[in-house]
């Protein structure tokens, strides 16, 4: 009976399928943007191949700099520290948001990490050289040979790499300290240590001889990227959810509703033939629960398609991800605004008289 009167009306009830995956949509997509921006953040500092990160005192909990802060001279007095192996300083430049061009020794560099691994063309010839990702080329249609515009200059794109190493563009520090007017500075301090195990002891010492700077170990920096260290992400993910309730139920109110008024005969035949109180209104509520179940699964597909377009036109500014395990939370949201939408048309039906319903025209 329940399918029958949502295939009565299939026009209605595609409407309503769409209205209510949409907030899905928003939730789920909202999510896996938050979720792959900072897991991507999370695996290019991880890829560095640093144990220690040193940035300034005026830095935020997951930025990588708070402007070019620390002395180069740092650098060096840092490989002077017991366990200390190598220490890279680091130039960092807002270019796009919320995408950095970060400037690299690239011997040292080589040295911490074994260096990027390259698809298209090689490593820096010319002061003008800049090497990009993979996503940022894919985002940007460029290749290995091309010109690449960012902060006023032209630059040459040496080579394509894969991502997943400290930054999508990357130019030699001494050029982004020149333009940057920072000659003897630079943003952040990654450390190697001899023995990764001592990083907590070798990081308590280092914030003891530098007080005036933010030092973590890299575990303890790579762990501050979540939804609930970057402000306001939680908050809003919390404002989705509750227009996702209030969607949910007008949506699914006014479409019970109009069911119920354009029933309301059936409904007094049902009640003629002994239909309770409580079977018309399970009648009302099971379909309202059927059209939240078919909006949730619309809008989990729908995010696919969110994630598919993302992919294609921005992957490198807001790579996003498919998060399975909000499909759940998202669908029983959705319930909740369904079924709160359907008692208001379920108990109107179900104290229809039925000589006065019988009679309707």
Known sequence: MVLSNLQHKPMRSLLSFLLIGVPVTLILTLVGLSTGMLQDSQDRARGIGADVIIRGSSASSITSSSGASIPE???????????VTMAMGVMVHLVDFPLNIMGIDPDRFNAMNGGFVFVEGGGFRSPD??????????????HAGDTLKL?????????VVQGGKLARIVVQKSVLQELDASTRNVSVVYVKLDNPALADQVSARLQNLLPNYNVKTMEEYTALFSVNNVQGVKEFIYVIMGIGV???????CLSMYMAVLQRTREI??????????PFILRIIVSEALILGIGGTILGIIMSFGAWWAIRTFVPASIPMVIVPRWWLIAGAITLVGALL?????????????????LAYE
């Open 73 to 83: 001279a740092l650098v060096r007095k840092l490989e002077e520290q017991p366990h």
């Open 129 to 142: 050289d800049i090497i990009i990702d993979e996503a940022y080329a894919r985002q940007k249609h460029k």
């Open 151 to 159: 902060m006023n200059k032209d630059w040459h794109i040496a080579g």
């Open 246 to 252: 209030v969607i949910g139920f007008a949506v699914v």
């Open 268 to 277: 007094g035949i049902l009640k003629s033939l002994g239909g309770s109180k």
């Open 341 to 357: 939408g359907s008692l208001y048309p379920g108990l109107s039906a179900a104290s229809h008289d039925p000589i006065e319903a």
